[in-house]
């Protein structure tokens, strides 16, 4: 947080942008978001609401209006403040982030995403089929055809009879 506040600590709209494309890991930037205009409007509207949290700090009724909205982020370095500014603290933490989502963050390098679903494993060939044993089959042999019967002429006996 701190590392985008300007030297008073103080967060504007464009280091709003900043500090959620870092709670992201990227993700505004990688999906061709890059500033504050560009950001989904629930994004904005969370700023707006962080930035409105000044009244109850002890700002003017006006301190979250156009170009005076921002975000004290006094006490994100470390150095003591009081509650209230600790809970401010707090609250730009874990709006921002709930306001990001689990759909809109990256996961951290060399970690798995989480968000998706899990890959299912490639689908395996099963193994081809072995061969099961055949029969040899031998080939269709056409039975030869037997030699025609000669023709005897016949003496007007009949086959089996006997001659004499």
């Known amino acids: 947080m701190v590392s985008v506040a300007d030297e008073q600590n103080i967060l504007t709209k464009d280091a709003y942008f900043f500090f ?84 809109r963050i990256n996961p951290k390098p060399g970690e798995m995403p989480t968000t998706a679903q899990p890959t299912p494993p490639a689908p395996t060939q099963p193994p081809a089929p072995t061969p099961s044993p055949t029969k040899k089959v031998d080939p269709i042999i056409t039975p030869p055809t037997p030699p025609p019967r000669p023709d005897y002429p016949s003496d007007g006996m009949g086959a089996g009879g006997i001659a004499g």
Not at 26 to 51: C, G, H, R
Not at 66 to 72: D, E, F, I, V
Not at 81 to 98: G, K, R
């Open 20 to 103: 959620a494309d870092i709670m992201s890991n990227q993700w505004f930037s990688d999906n061709d978001i890059y500033s504050y205009t560009e950001l989904p409007y629930d994004m904005k509207f969370a700023f707006v609401t962080l930035a409105c949290e000044c009244r109850n700090l002890g700002g003017a009724e006006n301190c979250c209006q156009n170009h005076r909205a921002s975000l004290n982020v006094d006490g994100a370095d470390g150095q003591d403040v009081s509650e209230a500014q600790t809970d401010y603290l707090n609250d730009i933490c874990s709006l921002t982030y709930s306001t990001i989502g689990s759909d």
